[in-house]
């Protein structure tokens, strides 16, 4: 999809155990590309997703949210 955003969603994950979880997810032109692992930190994950759009892809995303 030339031309088509490219964006990083980070997710927090509430489990029950209390303890708390940040995956993230690339989507390219409105469609889920690839989605990463868990992460401690919502930085951790913003962190990783950005280099994996880097080498793999070839650039940066044009927009990280946190949901």
Request: with cysteine.
């Amino acid at each position: 999809m030339p031309g088509a955003s490219l964006e990083v969603i980070i997710e927090r994950w509430n489990n029950a155990d209390g303890s708390i979880d940040y995956l993230w997810s690339v989507w390219h032109g409105g469609r889920r590309v690839h989605m990463g692992g868990k992460f401690p930190s919502a930085e951790a994950a913003k962190q990783e997703a950005v280099t994996f759009c880097q080498a793999t892809l070839g650039k940066a995303p044009e927009r990280v949210r946190e949901l």
